[in-house]
């Protein structure tokens, strides 16, 4: 029988988005052997990843007050026990942020000295390939983020603290039942003012007192930090405390499939059914997509706060669909909008891919006006349609750039 493991770390970074430092440890082992890595370590029981990467950060580094800036997707890997038992472990990586480079390594646990590293250093210094891919991460979001630029936000950082460390305690009691973070919160391309938080939850009936209030807490949250969030139910109970229709299921669907590369747990335990995607019809997804954004345009809404609403469901829609489109080929692919529009650069058609430039670009401005957002909006209608042609495998050419005008 293999053990399993589960753990939690994270990349720390300073908030200058211009010349970001990177934190990392360097640890003698108790056989004498050097490495360079993150702080990082095992889950405590009834521990969700967040707050282990959050406690394992404190203790090993001395560093409080970190901030929650994204997650970076879980690591897996076997290995041989200390006693010769086959052993399995995931590590769920988080990008935190700080104000200071106080930092104190934990002299206890082998940690004889805490570094501050530019992107280029921190990469040479770590001494496992497999973090790297994780630093690569980090460094990518930090990257699209200086681009703006678009400091990390400090209200999400604590609405996502507040919700993990309240629905926490109430799930506790519920054996099989968790609630993760999707959508841009977790990726890392959240945008105030704009962007909305997406909390999924599974294995709890949509009208249990647990939900409902888990669904409060949600909402008291977002009024109190001022940022958009909903819960949503999903996982073997139908119905939701928040139903979006079509687009919902979708995002749901997609959400719990990616469970560990851009969904991740922040309370109770993880869904056990993440290992076999729903069966979807693609062609029928983008149709339905299409009509939600095609019924939306053509509603009348005269206040400013509604037609901003419109646009930013309609530009939802276009995301979605680009997103499933580049799912059905690639399951593990990454999902920021410049990675979905690279993902696609050799559509037969462009419609798609330069909207999602364009909409990328807008929402990394300052200066987001809704008559650009409406500008953008009416133009999913076209692009949708022509994915739905385009839905066969394209050619590929060895070319590879940054199609929304930057590397990827």
Same mark, same amino acid.
């Given at each position: 029988?293999?053990?399993?493991?589960? =753990?939690?770390? $994270?990349?720390?970074?300073?908030?200058?988005?211009?010349?970001?430092?990177? +934190?990392?440890?360097?640890?003698?082992?108790?056989?004498?052997?050097?490495?360079?890595?993150?702080?990082?370590?095992?889950?405590? !029981?009834?521990?969700?990843?967040?707050?282990?990467?959050?406690?394992?950060?404190?203790?090993? $580094?001395?560093?409080?007050?970190?901030?929650?800036?994204?997650?970076?997707?879980?690591?897996?890997?076997?290995?041989?026990?200390?006693?010769?038992?086959?052993?399995?472990?995931?590590?769920?990586?988080?990008?935190?942020?700080?104000?200071?480079?106080?930092?104190?390594?934990?002299?206890?646990?082998?940690?004889?000295?805490?570094?501050?590293?530019?992107?280029?250093?921190?990469?040479?210094?770590?001494?496992?390939?497999?973090?790297?891919?994780?630093?690569?991460?980090?460094?990518?979001?930090?990257?699209?983020?200086?681009?703006?630029?678009?400091?990390?936000?400090?209200? +999400?950082?604590?609405?996502?603290?507040?919700?993990?460390?309240?629905?926490?305690?109430?799930?506790?009691?519920?054996?099989?039942?968790?609630?993760?973070? @999707?959508?841009?919160?977790?990726?890392?391309?959240?945008?105030?003012?704009?962007?909305?938080?997406?909390?999924?939850?599974?294995?709890?009936?949509?009208? =249990?007192?647990?939900?409902?209030?888990?669904?409060?807490?949600?909402?008291?949250?977002?009024?109190?930090?001022?940022?958009?969030?909903?819960?949503?139910?999903?996982?073997?109970?139908?119905?939701?405390?928040? =139903?979006?229709?079509?687009?919902?299921?979708?995002?749901?669907?997609?959400? +719990?499939?990616?469970?560990?590369?851009?969904?991740?747990?922040?309370?109770?335990?993880?869904?056990?059914?993440?290992?076999?995607?729903?069966?979807?019809?693609?062609?029928?997804?983008?149709?339905?997509?299409?009509?939600?954004?095609?019924?939306?345009?053509?509603?009348?809404?005269?206040?400013?706060?509604?037609?901003?609403?419109?646009?930013?469901?309609?530009?939802?829609?276009?995301? @979605?669909?680009?997103?499933?489109?580049?799912?059905?080929?690639?399951?593990?692919?990454?999902?920021?909008? !410049?990675?979905?529009?690279?993902? +696609?650069?050799?559509?037969?058609?462009?419609?798609?891919?330069?909207?999602? @430039?364009?909409?990328?670009?807008?929402?990394?401005?300052?200066?987001?006006?809704?008559?650009?957002?409406?500008?953008? $909006?009416?133009?999913?209608?076209?692009?949708?349609?022509?994915?739905?042609?385009?839905?066969?495998?394209?050619?590929?050419?060895?070319?590879?750039?940054?199609? @929304?005008?930057?590397?990827?």
């Amino acid at each position: 029988m293999i053990r399993r493991y589960a =753990s939690a770390g $994270a990349v720390v970074t300073t908030n200058d988005l211009g010349a970001p430092s990177i +934190l990392l440890l360097d640890q003698v082992r108790g056989n004498g052997e050097r490495q360079t890595v993150a702080p990082k370590g095992r889950l405590e !029981p009834s521990e969700a990843p967040l707050q282990a990467a959050v406690r394992e950060v404190a203790e090993e $580094a001395g560093l409080t007050g970190t901030q929650y800036g994204a997650y970076l997707g879980q690591e897996k890997y076997v290995f041989t026990d200390n006693d010769g038992s086959p052993a399995a472990k995931t590590v769920d990586w988080f990008l935190f942020t700080t104000a200071t480079t106080a930092a104190t390594p934990a002299r206890d646990e082998g940690f004889v000295e805490a570094r501050w590293l530019d992107a280029s250093a921190a990469r040479r210094a770590a001494t496992h390939v497999e973090f790297q891919r994780i630093l690569d991460r980090a460094l990518a979001i930090i990257a699209w983020r200086s681009a703006g630029p678009l400091p990390f936000s400090r209200s +999400l950082s604590q609405l996502i603290t507040e919700v993990a460390t309240d629905v926490q305690a109430v799930v506790a009691g519920h054996p099989g039942a968790g609630v993760g973070l @999707c959508g841009s919160a977790a990726r890392g391309d959240f945008v105030d003012g704009w962007s909305d938080v997406d909390f999924v939850a599974w294995n709890l009936p949509a009208s =249990s007192r647990t939900a409902v209030k888990i669904n409060k807490m949600v909402a008291e949250a977002s009024e109190l930090h001022g940022i958009r969030a909903s819960l949503h139910l999903s996982g073997g109970h139908p119905g939701t405390v928040r =139903s979006l229709g079509a687009l919902h299921d979708m995002t749901m669907r997609v959400a +719990l499939d990616r469970v560990g590369l851009d969904t991740v747990v922040i309370a109770g335990a993880g869904p056990t059914h993440t290992t076999t995607p729903a069966a979807t019809n693609l062609a029928e997804d983008i149709a339905a997509l299409h009509d939600i954004a095609v019924s939306g345009l053509s509603a009348r809404h005269d206040s400013s706060f509604e037609r901003e609403d419109l646009a930013r469901q309609v530009l939802g829609v276009l995301s @979605c669909a680009a997103r499933l489109i580049v799912i059905q080929r690639q399951p593990q692919a990454a999902l920021q909008l !410049p990675e979905v529009a690279e993902a +696609l650069r050799h559509w037969p058609g462009k419609q798609l891919t330069n909207l999602l @430039c364009d909409y990328d670009a807008f929402r990394r401005t300052g200066t987001r006006t809704l008559n650009q957002a409406e500008q953008l $909006a009416v133009r999913v209608p076209a692009a949708l349609i022509e994915a739905a042609d385009d839905r066969h495998e394209p050619a590929r050419s060895a070319e590879h750039t940054g199609i @929304c005008g930057g590397p990827t």
